[in-house]
């Protein structure tokens, strides 16, 4: 066969192969078959050796316009095929497959979503509205509205992350107190639970923000032994058994008289062991009879409505209803902690 016939017959079978590479791997495979060492190209290019010059300089023109044309080729149709699989990957990972089977890792409710909802199932079945309040607030209502005037020793008792606007971070939500007093008025049921925000040193049981449940009641002839009634069957029905309740004197400026109220140890049975320090009771919820200048400040009659109100501490009742030995555990996102609650 003529030279010229060798190359054409070479450029069908190339442009044959090549077409019928798909993917990257092949496309090498037709490389190294036409252009490497043991290659047709190679082979003709030692052929000119034996050719007389005026032969060499033509059918050396031949071979490389033909090696120069099935390297362009082979870069082209490389590119083509990167292209495309970054198309088919694209397109394979928008497609939904519903056949494909589940994830095993099902998610979990947090504990303080659980907690909260069996508190608020528990109101809400007394005739309690759940009421929603903002993160960010101010002074007024935080400190003021309640009965904390500016420079009194009480504000000390909770640091307070505030805000270059002069806004803050609440600390408690008491600070929905006087919002909520002046949404409604008197009479009024109303539970609020919320995130707080104290600068505190953190250790096992303290956190920088934690989750509160305050609770209010107000009416005629609201007494301390209203309190004591709900605040009893409220965490009855959290713990599943029956509790005792105590209260304690305990000093809030929003609430005449306050008291910190204990329940009977749910470890021990008010035995007295190590978690409640031999005493057989556990501090949990402060709470007290609303002092008549927080009722005024909100629109109600202090000589007509009396009132009492309550700030539990969630992340605490949480911590003891699920026997987690520290606080830090719910804020860390640590999934393995967290996700024994799913079947909950
Ligand atoms: C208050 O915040 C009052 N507003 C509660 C109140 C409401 C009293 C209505 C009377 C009437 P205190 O600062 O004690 O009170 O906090 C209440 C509860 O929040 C505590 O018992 C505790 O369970 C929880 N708590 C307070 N600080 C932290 C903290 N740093 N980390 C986790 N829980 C906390």
Known sequence: MMFKEQIDALRVSFTEELAAARTKEMLEAVRVAYLGKKGPVNDLMKGLRDMTP????E????????????????????????????????RSAKKFNPTLPS????????????IARDVEEIFTTMGFTVEDYVEVTDDYHCFEALNIPKHHPARDMQDTYYIENGQLLKTHTSA?????MKKYGAPLRAIFPGRCFRNEAIDACHENTF????????????????????????????????????????????TEPGFELDI??????GRGCPSCKNTGWLEL???????????????????????????????????????V????????????ALSQFENE
């Not at 005026?54 to 300089?57: A, S, T, Y």
């Not at 059918?59 to 490389?78: D, S, Y």
């Not at 929905?176 to 909520?180: F, M, R």
């Not at 030995?325 to 393995?336: C, E, P, Q, T, V």
């Open 103 to 114: 994830s095993e890792d099902r998610g979990s409710y947090h504990p303080i979503t659980l």
């Open 285 to 323: 919820c402060p709470c007290g009879m609303i002092h008549p200048n927080v009722l005024r400040e909100g629109g109600i009659d202090p000589e007509v409505y009396t009132g009492f109100a309550f700030g539990l501490g969630m992340t605490r009742l949480a911590m003891m209803k699920y026997g």
């Open 59 to 90: 059918a050396g023109q031949l071979v490389n316009t033909f090696k120069g044309e099935a390297e362009t080729a082979i870069n082209e149709k490389g590119r083509v095929l990167e292209q495309e699989a970054l198309e088919s990957a694209i």
């Open 176 to 180: 929905a107190q006087n919002h909520i």
């Open 54 to 57: 005026e032969e060499r300089k």
């Open 211 to 254: 989750f509160q449940m305050e609770g209010m009641m107000i009416d005629k002839d609201i007494s301390i032994s209203n309190l004591i009634y709900f605040m009893k069957t409220m965490l009855s029905a959290v713990f599943g058994e029956e509790l005792m309740v105590r209260l304690r004197p305990g000093f809030f400026p929003f």
């Open 325 to 336: 030995k520290d606080i830090r555990d719910f804020n860390s996102g640590n999934l393995r």
């Open 264 to 269: 009977s140890c749910t470890i021990c049975k």
